[in-house]
């Protein structure tokens, strides 16, 4: 079965950055959609960035444009989630994901499989 566990969460200021490592089992992941989808209390569920595991093709959510950057080592089977620039509002539990079709729901953030979270808090 398809497994992610998610690491590299913590506590960081204003403006630092931070890694997220996701490492997956239970492939083959052929053109597999691999993502990140945050969630902090009383907000909705957002997505943040996704990557076609066999082309490289990537997907950003508005709100991390320019700061946020989605890859992979396929070789390790690693997704990673670089963040620079944070802010306070980035702050939430995130989640690695996974969908064996890109879709628009894959778009919305509704994936077949999930990691167990790590939290990312910023300070102000």
């Known amino acids: 079965q398809v497994r992610l566990v998610e690491s590299g969460g913590g506590l960081v200021q204003a403006g630092g950055s931070l890694r997220l490592s996701c490492a997956v089992s239970g492939g083959p992941f052929s053109n597999y959609a691999m993502g990140w989808v945050r969630q902090a209390p009383g907000k909705e569920r957002e997505m943040v960035a996704a990557?076609?595991?066999?082309?490289?093709?990537?997907y950003y959510g508005d709100s991390v444009k320019g700061r946020f950057t989605i890859s992979k080592d396929n070789a390790m089977n690693l997704v990673y989630l670089q963040m620079n620039s944070l802010r306070p509002e980035d702050t939430a539990t995130y989640y690695c994901?996974?969908?064996?079709?890109?879709?628009?729901?894959?778009?919305?953030?509704?994936?077949?499989?999930w990691g167990q979270g790590t939290q990312v808090t910023v300070s102000s």
């Open positions: 990557i076609n595991w066999s082309s490289g093709s990537t």
């Open positions: 994901a996974a969908d064996s079709s890109i879709r628009v729901s894959t778009i919305r953030g509704e994936f077949e499989y």
